[in-house]
């Protein structure tokens, strides 16, 4: 018997877990699959990273090797008119066919070649502003979790040639890009240099550091502009405008003065800064609608200091509604503006609330275009006039009201709600008509029995409905013009 119940006991001690304990067995373990999970996920992550990153690494170091087997006149790149001009296509691996883009093992990487000059100085002090090449190879692919294309790779070198040189003209210049800010070099923007008699001089790239270098100048006036750079869209920051009738545009490129070499008396070559961004654009919708009005806009003095001795004007820019959605805006800078047709004026309000624009681009994404949905509207007059009763007291017997583009109908006048000094006023108490040979821009409200009283010689006037006026093309009353004041005429 003894013997029994030691086995009993010892048989109940050994039994399986309770559902209690089963539970709390599953729970610890979710517990640490939390924490375990995402590091897991990290390291799959970075393990596929950095395969990416040593797979563009090798491709920009066998570029770059490749680049340096080449004779020195041929290392350049295959572009129209570029300098240094050569057989390198710059989106090409090795210059093989189909290699943009090149897919290993399911990740698309693209390359992009850069070849520019590199100045030094001779044994006699003179410069020589093609004294090397210089070569970057920029390596990129797409983010494989996120989509996005990044930069995985930058290499560089510099090329001299082995043997002695030909004399080169001394003569050069420096360009300098900057993304937006001063801040933020940018590299690979394509530089066009012309002569001032109008012959193309040569185009070249920028390097890692935003510089672009064209030697070989002789002295006298050369125009400078950015053209092209890695996004479909560029734009430069203005310096001035170009007013023609055809196309009126800001003005973006520079006149520069390279001065001419003296040997005993050593001149400082130019150099100049670009800023260059995606542009903005003003995108008016139903503009078919509307008038082909004149619109005068240029940036705030808040927003642009002009150059010295110049006046703020001088980027004012005078355009037409037509032209205006081809229009490039440089997205940086707040602008003020000015819409007139014959003796009417206009304003831009917002799409989504009507409000009018503040002359500011909304930046969603700084690697694209920018662009405002805008409407045309009309507005009041600042200021209007009221007329008093003759009986000694402060009643109002008449105003008058202006408005910056005629009204389609009177009968719209006739339905309008407004109200004085804050009073909505009846309806019925009040009678409206043209105050301008018939037409409805400037109109007479007579009151049938005066009974609104004021103090002071001013009065608010206010259209409450102001969504139920239209002009003769269907634009709205901009609802934050809907206010004026009115003077007292004796």
């Not at 970057?136 to 090329?159: I, R, W």
């Not at 037409?439 to 007579?446: E, G, L, P, R, T």
Request: proline fraction near 5%; include cysteine; aromatic fraction near 12%.
């Amino acid at each position: 018997m003894r013997g029994s119940a030691q086995y009993m006991k010892r048989t109940y001690n050994q039994k399986g877990f309770t559902l209690i304990e089963v539970i709390f067995s599953i729970t610890l373990l979710g517990i640490i699959a939390l924490f375990i999970l995402p590091m897991a996920m990290y390291g799959m992550k970075f393990a596929k990273w950095n395969n990416i990153r040593l797979t563009a690494l090798n491709l920009g170091y066998s570029q770059v090797e490749w680049l340096k087997t080449l004779d020195y006149d041929d290392l350049g790149l295959d572009i129209t008119n570029y300098s240094p001009k050569g057989i390198v296509k710059e989106n090409l691996y090795m210059n093989e066919e189909n290699s943009s883009p090149l897919e290993i093992e399911g990740i698309e990487y693209t390359l992009k070649t850069s070849i520019v000059w590199e100045e030094a100085t001779s044994s006699t002090n003179e410069p020589v502003p093609t004294a090397t090449k210089k070569i970057n190879v920029t390596v990129e692919a797409k983010d494989p979790f996120s989509g996005m294309k990044k930069e995985y790779s930058v290499l560089g070198s510099l090329v001299a040639r082995e043997s002695e040189r030909e004399p080169t003209y001394p003569g050069h210049l420096k360009i300098y890009t900057f993304f937006q800010e001063a801040n933020f070099p940018k590299k690979n923007v394509m530089i066009k240099v012309t002569h001032n008699s109008g012959a193309l001089v040569s185009t070249t790239n920028t390097d890692g550091e935003g510089r672009a270098l064209v030697g070989n100048l002789k002295d006298g006036e050369y125009i400078v502009n950015p053209i092209k750079w890695q996004y479909p869209e560029l734009m430069v920051m203005p310096n001035g405008v170009i007013n023609n009738i055809s196309t009126p545009k800001w003005r973006t490129e520079e006149n520069i003065l390279v001065p001419k070499w003296d040997k005993n008396n050593p001149p400082s070559y130019p150099s100049h800064s670009f800023y260059v961004d995606l542009p903005g654009y003003i995108k008016l919708l139903h503009s078919n609608n509307y008038p082909n009005a004149m619109l005068t806009i240029k940036p705030t003095s808040g927003s642009y200091n002009p150059p010295e001795g110049e006046p703020i004007d001088h980027m004012l820019l005078k355009t037409s509604l037509e032209k205006i959605s081809q229009t490039k805006f440089w997205r940086l800078w707040s602008y003020e503006y000015d819409i007139t047709y014959e003796d009417e004026k206009y304003f831009l309000i917002e799409k989504e609330n009507g409000a009018l624009w503040d002359g500011n681009f909304n930046i969603n994404n700084i690697y694209e275009a920018s662009s405002e949905e805008l409407l045309l509207a009309f507005g009041l007059k600042n200021s209007g006039a009221c007329s008093k009763t003759r009986d000694g007291l402060n009643r109002i017997n008449e105003i008058y009201i202006e408005f910056t583009s005629e009204i389609r109908s009177l009968e719209l006048l006739n339905d309008m709600k407004f109200s004085l000094n804050d009073m909505i006023v009846d309806s019925t108490s009040y009678t409206i008509t043209s105050a301008d040979n018939g037409k409805n821009a400037k109109i007479k409200i007579v009151f049938d029995s005066p009974s609104i009283e004021f103090m002071g010689n001013e009065i608010s006037f206010e259209i409450i409905d102001f969504n139920s006026l239209e002009n003769n093309y269907g634009m709205k009353l901009a609802k934050d013009l809907n206010k004026c004041t009115l003077k007292l005429i004796e």
